[in-house]
């Protein structure tokens, strides 16, 4: 491998792209491989598969960002969690390194939500200014970096006890769209990765390597182009700008806590929903005093975490749901636009589990006494399922700067966040068919589990075909700073019932292809 | 990991304390102790009486009839030290309170589950309440000599995982 990049903090022809995940990792390679110098700022620590803990404690401690944060609204989470808004990592790789790798594009009208729906009262729905032609071969990329099974001849996975209990519920019912998903998980060997060896701990980063994550395909072989340097605990502090409006440079805190100004040409923000807009509020200047690429104030709002929730059940004879690959299994048939449900937009099923230590912090916080333990007592008979569906984008859900500051003097940030009333019908609409598909297998017990702090962060930077009502444009190019970008889940108009990764890649690789031409043409 | 002793003490002496003290674990001077000596864990910081209280109220939070106290001791021996001693006398001394006022002459002395269970009710929005809930999730749970008893096999990448050994073994379906 050729030796990466150290670029000078003076060099001012870099993209300096901050965070290593879906988004800027791919962004980060991509730009590398057309021969685009990029300095990526990470951060967290760097870990590759041998360095991952198959336990989930051990590795909460080492993968997890677990920087302070605050939480408001009426959420189960800022009651239960509420320091913890987000189950995400501070790592090279993202959150690349903790998904479960479902890998689903979005369907086409979920592209146009407002006009697929109508107005919503009280929700703030936005077409996005793409659609789903457009995005089709960017689609088709993605699915052929991460080697997604179900689609480009690749097979699907093998189906573990846990999807077997499952098909079996979900055939009862009649569904008809049921099978072992679209994974970024290899069915068989595929682009120098091996296949899944159905380990369980998918969540905890895959020592096989054969779950995609940027952490040890996109950021290694961008780095053996010799046109990208990754600084990992590299912890940005704010976006510097010139008296024109653009911005010039990042300040950064190294990791010997020192602070560094890196300049650059392009800056990308791609620290998810959460750091993103936290970082343009923290670049607060006197020419953008409400927080950088901010002047519609949409910074921060419209904060979606999908509509989620679990279900478990308990049976007479052993699961044993811990064995084998975490999320390889969906149900399709719930996902469409049908309002005769009694809501908009639609949600996914597919398997989960968690090992014990997790299902006892995560089954039902602060539950306790025997209706609690004895679910517990029934582990090793227990079926799982996670629901994903599409929420409501609200105004007032949204990241804000905290009074709380960092171990840096940084504002942390608030996360305030309340159920609509359509993701509430949706999930009390899941639960019931969750639970329907587990008693038609003989469930002795079902468990209507509440959401997890989230791992789908998306929509505070919202992107939009008028400046007035997002941050970013088509390209994720903040409307207000033409060499500033976005490029995580926080640009997302809205969200979808599909976990969003895929959709992360694709806009990641498109935008590559847009920076690298605007740069050619002089435009940035 | 653990910090329990096996101690030298004779059946006779642990079933005399035993009677004196009633319930499950024996608590002797500057010791509690299971009935049979299977297990005995030191007090140093707090009272036996507390550590006893303690041990109760975590089988009563979490109670799972097939673990032994021996885990339950394990999960709140964190608690016998000298930062958390003013937190514990407190807790355990409104925890006894309540327990008057439910009619017996204090937690322990509560002799079934319900009654305790009730008398926890009363308390279970108080931050003594809630710390001990909260360490218990991960102090109980997240000991790995337990796991077995759940049926839970923890790690198995280093056994190559599950491939070839049943990760779609189900049989019953």
């Avoid at chain 2, 394990?74 to 000298?82: E, F, M, P, Q």
Wanted: proline residues 4%.
């Amino acid at each position: 491998m050729a030796t990466a990049a150290k670029f000078e903090l003076t060099d001012d022809s870099v993209v300096v792209i901050v965070g290593t995940g879906a988004g800027g990792g791919v962004l980060a390679n991509e730009l590398a491989q057309k021969g685009v110098k990029v300095v990526a700022l990470e951060a967290g620590g760097r870990y590759m598969p041998e360095d991952y803990i198959n336990d989930e404690w051990e590795s909460f401690g080492q993968l997890a960002w677990t920087d302070p944060r605050t939480t408001s609204g009426d959420w189960r989470v800022a009651k239960d969690f509420s320091g913890l808004p987000a189950w995400i990592v501070k790592a090279v790789g993202g959150t690349s390194v903790h998904w479960a790798g479902a890998s689903l594009r979005f369907q086409d009208h979920e592209w146009k939500a407002l006009s697929a729906y109508g107005a919503v009262e009280g929700a703030n729905l936005l077409d996005w200014p793409l659609d789903a032609a457009e995005m089709a071969p960017w689609y088709d990329k993605a699915e052929a970096k991460l080697g997604v099974t179900g689609v480009g001849g690749r097979a699907r996975l093998p189906g573990s006890n846990n999807y077997k209990v499952f098909e079996k519920g979900a055939l009862a019912l009649g569904y008809k769209d049921v099978h072992t998903g679209n994974m970024a998980i290899n069915s068989a060997d595929y682009d120098g990765r091996m296949a899944c060896q159905q380990t369980g701990f998918c969540f905890q980063g895959c020592k096989w390597g054969a779950k995609w994550s940027s952490a040890y395909t996109d950021i290694p072989r961008g780095e053996a182009t010799g046109n990208l340097e990754v600084r990992d605990h590299a912890h940005v502090a704010r976006i510097l700008h010139d008296d024109s409006g653009k911005v010039t440079g990042v300040e950064y805190f190294d990791k010997d806590g020192n602070l560094q100004m890196q300049k650059a040409r392009v800056v990308a923000v791609a620290g998810n929903s959460f750091e993103s807009p936290r970082l343009l509020l923290n670049s607060h200047s006197s020419m953008f005093p409400d927080g950088l690429a901010n002047s519609s104030g949409q910074v921060g709002r419209n904060y979606m975490r999908h509509t989620t929730g679990s279900v478990y059940a308990t049976f007479e004879q052993p699961v044993k749901m811990w064995r084998g690959t975490t999320m390889a299994g969906i149900i399709r048939d719930e996902a469409r636009h049908d309002p005769s449900r009694g809501f908009v937009g639609g949600y996914e099923l597919e398997t989960l589990s968690l090992g014990l230590p997790f299902m006892a912090a995560f089954l039902d916080p602060g539950g306790w006494g025997r209706e609690f333990t004895t679910a517990l007592d029934s582990y090793a008979n227990m079926a799982g399922m996670w629901i994903v569906g599409e929420d409501m984008p609200q105004a007032e859900n949204r990241v804000t700067l905290s009074e709380t500051e960092d171990k840096f003097g940084l504002k942390v940030a608030n996360v305030n966040f309340s159920d609509h009333p359509n993701d509430i019908a949706m999930r009390n609409h899941a639960y019931k068919q969750g639970q329907a598909i587990y008693k038609a297998v003989g469930a002795t017990r079902t468990l209507p589990t509440p959401p997890y702090p989230s791992t789908h962060n998306l929509g505070t930077n919202r992107m939009s075909e008028r400046p007035e009502d997002g941050v970013v444009n088509r390209n994720g190019r903040a409307h207000d700073v033409p060499n500033l970008f976005v490029s995580d889940g926080s640009q997302f108009t809205t969200g979808a019932a599909e976990n969003p990764t895929l959709t992360i890649v694709a806009l990641a690789i498109r935008q590559a292809d847009h920076i690298a031409k605007e740069m050619a043409a002089g435009n940035v | 990991m653990t910090r329990l002793n096996k101690q030298g003490l004779t059946r006779r002496a642990l079933l005399s304390r035993a009677v004196a003290a009633g319930a499950l674990a024996v608590a002797g001077p500057g010791f509690i102790a299971a009935p049979d000596a299977a297990w005995a864990v030191e007090v140093t910081a707090i009272s036996e009486h507390e550590m006893a209280t303690l041990l109760q109220m975590a089988r009563d939070i979490y109670p799972h009839d097939r673990v032994g106290d021996r885990f339950y001791a394990v999960a709140i021996k964190s608690y016998d030290v000298t930062e958390q001693k003013d937190m514990v006398a407190e807790g355990i001394a409104a925890l006894d309170e309540a327990a008057k006022k439910a009619g017996f002459d204090n937690y322990l002395a509560a002799g079934w589950e319900d009654d305790r269970v009730a008398i926890l009710r009363s308390i279970q929005d108080t931050p003594f309440f809630q710390t001990i809930r909260g360490g218990l999730v991960t102090g109980l749970y997240n000991q790995k000599d337990i796991w077995p008893i759940f049926g839970y096999e923890g790690e198995s990448f280093s056994h190559g995982g599950y491939i070839d050994r049943g990760f779609d073994d189900i049989d019953w379906l």
